[in-house]
């Protein structure tokens, strides 16, 4: 079967590419990319008027809390919120119950995409089993079943020498390390950034130096050991200079943000709202500038959304009982695109290429992911950049509705996503 997908704006940055064209699709690739109505008149048709196609985006940190916490997240629901936010792949973090620490757990979580998901899901493994942060897992084997990348996300590794061996089997596997970066004996007991917002509010502060420590040290062992280092989630203005240095050292480093921390400052949580309560913290207006900076001078490779999904009777609580985390899927690109694309910071190239071709490079996703070149697999967004709308946490795709953006007025959103050449249509 023949799909032409006409009347949209191509965007794509892998081929610096933004005009009017038609996509053609066959057996689930793209065929061609042809002058507007020039495709097959046997074709099946999808209007794109006034829509951007773009790939789709990707997102390489969620948690969809499958197996284990399926009462906050499970795969369906998780990859019904990305492709209602746009995105075709996610990469879902190891810290579910049992985590992603062996082959078998690797093998569900495909088992369970293919079977129910509307987006394609890549597991990432754990570095340590059951993530306690002693014991490696077996990363060869979780390579072979189908992880993406190792991390160690939500229980930071402390020991340096576990970090350095760790480091060691991903670089010979050609696997990434995906780091939280957190010296957990600065922030013992914290539950946001520390400064005046926490002092006011009578509660233990998170330093961001405890983000730069662990920054520095994870950066020199990849240095020894040639392993590349993704630092995830990074929040304040010191690690955005540690990634510069690092890379002007020729470190084989990337780093990413997510849109709370250069949209949000820690200011968010007064009254106590827990809905503003993430790790890293909300920090302050100098690293949301620097984190804003860093994206636009290319010092940050990519945007991801730290899609934390919690439930309701979790996060109404008092403050500091409250379980990290925060929304993220459905709310990435609008922020992304409000804040960033129309106020002139970045061009919609360049956010595309940060929310989609950048991600797929940085763990080498296959089949095409990130670009609209023909051969490529059929995953793409079609954006209206035209849409002005409130954010609602009770018309969420998610199971849970913990977002700190409820209320906020956001452009642009997706119309819709296609997998394979295959619309996804969400209920």
């Given amino acids: 079967m023949k799909t032409l997908i006409t009347g ?34 046997d074709a099946h048709a ?18 969809l809390r499958e197996p284990g916490f399926e009462y906050k997240e499970d795969i369906e629901s998780g990859s019904r919120a990305a492709a209602a936010g746009g995105f075709t792949r996610v990469c879902c973090m190891p810290n579910t119950a049992p985590a992603i620490d062996s082959a078998s757990v690797v093998r569900h979580i495909i088992e369970r995409a293919n079977e129910t998901a509307l987006c394609r899901v890549h597991p990432i493994g754990a570095a340590t089993k059951d993530m306690a942060g002693n014991m490696l897992t077996e990363i060869a084997e979780l390579k072979a079943a189908g992880a993406v990348a190792i991390s160690d996300d939500a229980f ?30 600065l922030t013992h007991k914290g539950c946001m950034n520390e400064g005046l917002t926490s002092t006011m509010l009578g509660l233990a502060g998170m330093p961001a130096v405890a983000e730069d420590i662990a920054v520095a040290r994870n950066i020199l062992l990849s240095q020894k050991t040639g392993c590349r280092l993704h630092l995830l989630h990074i929040s304040t203005a010191g690690t955005v200079e540690l990634l510069k240095q690092a890379k002007e050292k020729g470190i084989q480093v990337t780093g990413e943000a997510c849109p709370h921390h250069w949209v949000l400052t820690d200011e968010a949580c007064n009254g106590y709202n827990t809905n503003a309560k993430m790790n890293p913290p909300l920090r302050t207006e100098t690293d949301c500038a620097a984190i804003r900076q860093g994206l636009i001078d290319g010092t940050l490779d990519c945007i991801t959304t730290d899609h934390a999904p919690h439930a309701d009777y979790e996060k109404e609580v008092e403050f500091d009982a409250a379980p990290f985390g925060i929304l993220g899927l459905e709310t990435s690109f609008p922020l992304v695109y409000t804040t960033l694309v129309k106020p002139g910071s970045i061009t919609l190239m360049q956010a595309v290429n940060l929310m989609s071709t950048a991600p797929a490079a940085i763990l080498n996703l296959p089949d095409g992911a990130g670009t609209l070149k023909p051969g490529a697999l059929a995953d793409i967004a079609a954006l209206d950049l035209e849409t002005e709308w409130v954010i609602d946490q009770n018309k969420v795709q998610s199971k849970s509705h913990n977002t700190p953006f409820h209320g906020r007025q956001v452009f642009g959103k997706a119309a819709f996503t296609m997998l394979g050449g295959i619309r996804q249509e969400i209920r």
């Fill in 156 to 185: 930071p590794m402390q020991n340096a020498e576990t970090v350095r061996r760790c480091m060691e089997y991903c670089a010979m596997l050609n696997l990434p390390l995906l780091t939280h970066n957190e010296d957990k004996t």
């Fill in 8 to 41: 949209g704006k191509v965007l794509d940055p892998s081929q610096n590419l933004y005009v009017h064209m038609d996509i053609l699709i066959e057996d689930a690739r793209i065929t061609a990319l042809l002058p507007t109505g020039a495709g097959p008149s």
């Fill in 46 to 63: 999808i209007d794109a008027r006034g829509l951007t196609l773009t790939p789709g985006l990707i997102d390489i940190h969620v948690h």
